[in-house]
């Protein structure tokens, strides 16, 4: 069993960054796929960002550029840098994990075993 718990969200104006941080519990953190998912008020979730276990990252189009995510596998720990932030982007952020995920597959939310009980986030305007 594996536990994830999200921090680091909160209250941000347009144009300003966050960085959100997802403590994962387990001795085998690094070879999992972390990703980073999404939900606004009457939204489905949505795809953010994975890293997977050999640290290869993919991003969504709408936060390529903008969204950077990392791992460090000593803290069992990934994160997800949000820069240039606007208002699309308020949503409860999740993190979520899977021991294997095909490449094919990483947007897909039943894919992943595990979450988080997410964050909030919210972009003022």
């Known amino acids: 069993q594996v536990q994830l718990v999200e921090s680091g969200g909160g209250l941000v104006q347009a144009g300003g960054s966050l960085r959100l941080s997802c403590a994962a519990s387990g001795r085998t953190f690094s070879m999992y796929d972390m990703g980073w998912f999404r939900q606004a008020p009457g939204k489905e979730r949505e795809f953010v960002a994975v890293?997977?276990?050999?640290?290869?990252?993919y991003y969504a189009d709408s936060v390529k550029g903008r969204f950077t995510i990392s791992r460090d596998n000593a803290k069992n720990t990934v994160y997800l840098l949000m820069n240039a932030l606007n208002a699309e982007d308020t949503a409860v952020y999740y993190c979520a994990s899977d021991p294997y995920i095909a490449s094919s597959k990483y947007a897909v939310t039943s894919e992943y075993r595990y979450w988080g009980q997410g964050t909030q986030v919210t972009v003022s305007s």
């Open positions: 890293i997977n276990w050999s640290d290869r990252t």
